[in-house]
């Protein structure tokens, strides 16, 4: 006899049981009838909807779940948050189809030169590329599509689901917006994926020379770089110093006080500004960010883990 909802709704399992208990299509096909419904489910009505006669192994199934993906109430059953994730993870594409775009190119200027660029997809991951000039970083593609090609200017998280019924270009605003929401998440100090709080460090390049546009030493244009880490889940970033600042006050202010909103970013992009950098010292590490739209410009200090304005003119 089924024991589910005898006090199991705030059950945890560890990593492993969880993904034990998920590997059966019976168990998955349960959370996404659960995720499509718009209120908790009865067991007859539940059971109806998977399609499984067998009403002791239907149960079977079911009990496996309740606890730590669905909860049970009087209403009936009910997915719990991580019940929510793993449909939410199917349902987006990613475990179930493979999009991919060709190198394309799109009515779209790289930052630094003005030049149109091109990206790729595949495999979760968008490419972008000038077509002109050298770029941000000089590392291959994760594709490697062509380990010889210069003028990367990095890539995006984009589940498949923000690629398909999509041109190159919506592709591309879509993973614009979808990234600048994680990396807000993880400016403001929490983890995208979890919620955690993240482990924050810097790394500097002491030798960096970008004066052609990549440095030889580190293989990228700036010198600063953001690392997050999870010590709850698998989530890991790195990226350029701006990254990080997308969450300052300060920087926000200015921005939007030049119509480019960081919460919209395709209102008015990324290209709209410019960002540069100035090492001070590297052991404590300082610098100075400048920010700046037209002749307008935000100075910013970054001075033991301190982040301050130096100055805002006046537009």
Excluded at 158 to 182: C, K, M, N, Q, Y
Excluded at 216 to 226: L, N, P, S, V
Excluded at 250 to 274: C, D, R, Y
Excluded at 275 to 290: G, I, M
Aim: glycine share 8%; charged share 25%.
């Amino acid at each position: 006899m089924s024991n589910a909802g005898e006090d199991e709704g705030s059950e945890t399992l560890s990593p492993d049981k969880a993904f034990a208990v998920l590997g059966n299509e019976t168990r998955i096909a349960i959370l996404r009838a659960l995720g499509e419904a718009t209120e908790p489910l009865g067991f007859t009505e539940l059971r109806k909807r998977v399609g499984l006669r067998q009403g002791a192994q239907f149960n079977y199934h079911l009990d496996r779940l309740v606890g730590h993906f669905v909860r049970k109430s009087d209403a009936g059953y009910e997915l719990r948050e991580s019940g929510k994730r793993v449909i939410e993870a199917v349902l987006s594409g990613a475990v179930t189809d493979d999009p991919a775009i060709a190198p394309t190119q799109i009515d779209m200027p790289c930052t630094y030169c003005g030049e149109p660029i091109e990206i790729s997809y595949r495999q979760d991951w968008l490419e972008t590329y000038c077509t002109e000039c050298e770029g941000a970083y000089a590392w291959k593609s994760r594709e490697s599509i062509d380990e010889t090609r210069r003028g990367h200017l990095g890539g995006a998280l984009l589940p498949a689901a923000g690629v398909i019924d999509r041109t190159p270009e919506e592709a591309f605003i879509a993973a614009l917006s979808w990234g600048h929401l994680r990396m807000l998440a993880i400016a403001t100090g929490f983890c995208p994926a979890c919620s955690a709080s993240l482990d924050r460090s810097w790394a500097v390049c002491e030798a960096h020379d970008s004066t052609d546009g990549i440095c030889e030493a580190c293989d990228q244009r700036f010198a600063i770089r953001i690392h997050t880490d999870c010590p709850n889940c698998i989530h890991r970033s790195e990226g350029i110093f701006i990254n990080g600042l997308v969450a300052n006050t300060e920087v926000q202010a200015f921005l939007m006080k030049h119509g480019i909103n960081l919460l919209q970013p395709t209102s008015n992009p990324w290209w709209a500004f410019e960002f540069d950098e100035e090492v001070l010292s590297t052991d404590p590490l300082r610098a100075r960010f400048t920010i700046s739209v037209g002749e307008d410009e935000l100075v910013l200090s970054l001075d033991d883990d301190e982040i301050q304005a130096v100055s805002d003119p006046p537009s």
